[in-house]
């Protein structure tokens, strides 16, 4: 069993910074891909990026690509998303995932773990 907690969420102006953390525990870190999906009202969730155990390799939704930087620090246990030049339509509330079999792509059904979430307001 993997825990995970999200935090850093907050409010921000439209082209503003923010990063968000997943911290996790329970299990072996690195053992574990790792994704961020969010979920903004009235609509699904949606895959924003995801990381590989090592973090050697990343993968990125279209929407976020060049804006968002997913990264880990496995001697932290913690998978971060760094998120620049945001924009009014990333405002929904941000999840973190795992998964064991080192899948970090967008089929959240791939995940067998989730976060609390946390808010991210961007306010135009």
């Known amino acids: 069993q993997v825990q995970l907690v999200e935090s850093g969420g907050g409010l921000v102006q439209a082209g503003g910074s923010l990063r968000v953390s997943c911290a996790a525990s329970?299990?072996?870190?690195?053992?574990?891909?790792m994704g961020w999906f969010r979920q903004a009202p009235g609509k699904e969730r949606e895959f924003v990026a995801g990381?590989?155990?090592?973090?050697?390799?990343?993968y990125y939704a279209d929407s976020v690509k060049g804006r968002f930087t997913i990264f880990r620090d496995n001697a932290k246990n913690t998978v971060y998303l760094q998120m620049n030049s945001l924009k009014a339509e990333d405002t929904a509330v941000y999840y973190c995932?795992?998964?064991?079999?080192?899948?970090?792509?967008?089929?959240?059904?791939?995940?067998?773990?989730w976060g609390q979430g946390t808010q991210v307001t961007v306010s135009s």
């Open positions: 995932a795992a998964n064991a079999r080192n899948y970090y792509g967008s089929r959240r059904s791939e995940y067998n773990y």
């Open positions: 990381i590989s155990r090592s973090g050697s390799t990343t």
């Open positions: 329970g299990r072996t870190f690195s053992n574990y891909a």
